[in-house]
């Protein structure tokens, strides 16, 4: 009987030195597992960070191409609403120009024709009094415009 005790006694002591090699991490069995699971981890870290990059590019992109698409539609709406301004100024120095021809080139003068020559010639008077007043002269410089553009619009204005 004496020799089941120490049986139990060394296959105890055994166990308690396996135990205090796995607590320390030191136990030849547990060695390789744990550097699997270390490559693993590490390869896991690898595909997340590889993926959180290509996301932000993605993003990154995406983002890119809505403010390009947003600088285009602007460009767009500007150059449309230039050209609809540009033709409405045409359109009002042709109506200006027709009731010019109306108004001064009349051959029958009536008093009615003549007291609305005058009222115009007064408020232009007016006005470009209070423009000198004010040290404000009309310019034909407009800031912004590229020679072209100024030229284009001369052209369309008949100038």
């Known amino acids: 009987m004496l020799v089941m005790p120490r049986l139990y006694q060394e296959k105890k002591e055994e166990l308690e030195r396996e135990a205090k090699l796995v607590k ?90 003549t007291s609305k020559r005058r009222k115009t010639k007064k408020l232009e008077c007016l006005e470009w009094e209070m423009m000198l007043e004010d040290d404000y002269f009309p310019s034909s410089v407009v800031n912004g415009l590229s020679g072209p553009k100024i030229s284009e619009d001369l052209d369309l204005f008949q100038l």
Do not use: W
Not at 43 to 71: G, M, P, V, W, Y
């Open 24 to 113: 320390d991490g030191s136990h030849p069995a547990l060695i390789p597992l744990l550097q699997q699971i270390e490559a693993k981890h590490e390869e896991q870290i690898k595909f997340a960070t590889a993926t959180l990059d290509r996301k932000e590019q993605s993003f990154h992109d995406e983002l890119q191409s809505a403010i390009d698409a947003a600088n285009l539609e602007y460009k767009r709406k500007k150059a449309r609403i230039r050209h609809e301004m540009v033709a409405e100024c045409v359109q009002q120095r042709i109506q200006l120009q027709e009731e010019y021809r109306k108004f001064y080139q009349s051959s029958i003068r009536d008093r009615t024709v």
